[in-house]
């Protein structure tokens, strides 16, 4: 077996002659490596109701408080700045678990109001979507993400530490219903039980319709307990999906900015056929096609996943900066942003926050 197509440059190089210190003041929002961010990731919530052990903790995670969360206010006047004046096209929202934030419709129906508009999505545990995909469809959201690991229970169960299988099921079921088409199922694989989960998982979204997302796991656990040898690598799942009997063939389509590189691939045994995405954050970076920027739910800015620095713009609101103050120091982050998450660099450190406090 041999993985033809995986991967990008890892490393962009910088701009010619480009001043490290100076964003352009217009434009769009471009890095000092010439890549241009339009797709803005919106965590509204660090909180969650799993415990993905690739992600929390079981216990003992602290939580924001209150008031150092974003208002619904500050937010919408985040988005709003983003699109009219950044050039984001795409929003994202994403935790911890964004359906546990209330006032999710509410600000999925600003969004969509925001010329031009920008693609709406969520990236969801699945686990309350059942009693909101309709209602979200209608304030404007345009697709989701479910993650779901595995549809085992005992899997499902070691891996999210909690017994909520069937509500996920139930969740992605109503997505469909609801039209947040295509729906994208993430995986993060366990290092043990991964490779027997994915078959299963597999030919239920092949069943659904549903684009299954194989996605690395990075080292961003809130316990630090990420070893690169465990993890499951894009190639094990390819040569596992050929060994249980599936065709797969790399999508001729241009990947673009997408994470995920796909594969058309079919189900020998029933003739079924459908796309699955590989997501080689950590054995093949993309960072050189990256248009991606991260606002936590207390406000922070992150350039990158794994960036350590943040830029503080709930202080700016807070502090009555007006909207081309914030605009320039959104620039001016963007700026900043490194050539690459490093995971593979012999000095890596591991971000302080965890992935639930970043927004994935
Ligand atoms: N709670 C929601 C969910 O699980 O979909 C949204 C937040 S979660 C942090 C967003 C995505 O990040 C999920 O698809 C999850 O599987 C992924 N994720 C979390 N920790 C990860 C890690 N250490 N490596 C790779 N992906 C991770
Ligand atoms: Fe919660 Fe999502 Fe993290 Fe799992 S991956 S613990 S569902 S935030």
Known sequence: MTITTLGVPSVPHRIDGAPSSHAPATGPLVDSYGRIATDLRVSLTDRCNLRCTYCMPAVGLPWLGAEQLLRTDEIVRLLGIAVTRLGITKVRFTGGEP??????????????????????????????????????????????????????????????RRHRLADVLSGLEAADRAGLRPVKVNAVLDPRTGLDDVVPLMRYCLRHDFQLRIIEQMPLDAGHQWRRADAVTAGDVLAQLRRHGFALEPDPVARGASPAELWRITDTATGSTGMVGLIASVSHPFCSTCNRVRLTADGQLRSCLFANEETDLRGLLRGDANDAAVEAAWRTAMW????????NDPDFVQPRRPMSAIGG
């Open 336 to 343: 900043g942003k490194p050539a690459g998450h490093g995971i």
């Open 99 to 160: 359906l546990l934030a209330k006032h999710l419709e509410d600000v999925v129906a600003f969004t969509a109001t925001l010329q031009p508009r920008p693609e709406i999505t969520l990236t969801t545990n699945g686990v309350l979507l059942a009693e909101r995909a309709a209602s979200l469809a209608r304030a404007g959201l345009n697709r989701v993400n479910v993650s779901l690991d595995s549809v085992d229970e005992t899997s499902f169960a070691a891996i999210s």
